[in-house]
């Protein structure tokens, strides 16, 4: 076994209707459960916030969502609450076909620190664990679906890439965020390092 499907936050957060939702992010489940049914591996990754997380604008007094401040590792958005760890918008979406997952990554639970890739927090040096789990199953070819393609699947499959691993996105089975051109900046930022953009 060589390949994996990595499955990014289809949260309920993330879906219409959720706190953070992303347009169409529900569309793009029957065809995840269509190619999870023939992967070699399922991996799922879930955002999985305390309260009062340092990414949300609720945490910084006059601040806006969306707004962007500087944090100790670098620039942050800050986002409204979501993804609450054990809250009905942490879940994954109920058409979501989890039963087929080998593994489920949960990040962004450091409250200091946000964790946008499934691989690293976003200083980009404290790991999720998830490289050791596919280096132990002898897995170096990902597949990449989910929420949001500009920011935890863009920063997953970079990761991934520097890593080491052959990576795809699968960009039919994503959906952006799109703010302030971030999907084209994350769409450039992908082929620049070696992702495929299938």
């Not at 309920?12 to 706190?19: I, L, M, R, S």
């Not at 170096?140 to 989910?146: A, N, P």
């Amino acid at each position: 076994m060589t390949h994996a499907l990595i499955v990014i936050d289809v949260q309920n957060d993330f879906c219409p209707g959720g706190a953070l939702a992303v347009t169409g992010g529900d569309e793009i489940i029957p065809g995840i459960n269509t190619l999870m049914a023939g992967a070699e591996a399922v991996i799922l990754t879930q955002d999985w916030h305390p309260q009062g997380h340092s990414s949300f604008a609720s945490s910084h007094p006059g601040k806006a969502a969306f707004e962007m401040i500087d944090m100790p590792y670098g620039p942050q958005v800050l986002w409204p609450d979501h993804c609450l760890q054990g809250s009905g918008g942490a879940a994954f979406h109920d058409a979501l076909n989890t039963d087929r997952a080998d593994m489920i990554v949960r990040k962004g639970y450091n409250p200091s620190i946000d964790s946008y890739s499934g691989f690293f927090e976003n200083d980009q040096t404290t790991p999720t664990g998830l490289h050791g789990y596919l280096q132990s199953r002898g897995i170096d070819r990902l597949t990449m679906v989910g929420l949001a393609t500009d920011f935890c699947v863009n920063f997953t499959a970079v990761d991934a890439a520097k890593l080491g691993y052959a990576v795809t996105v699968d960009m039919a089975l994503c959906r952006a965020i799109d703010m302030d051109g971030s999907l084209a900046m994350a769409r450039d930022g992908m082929q620049a390092a070696g992702v495929t953009l299938g």
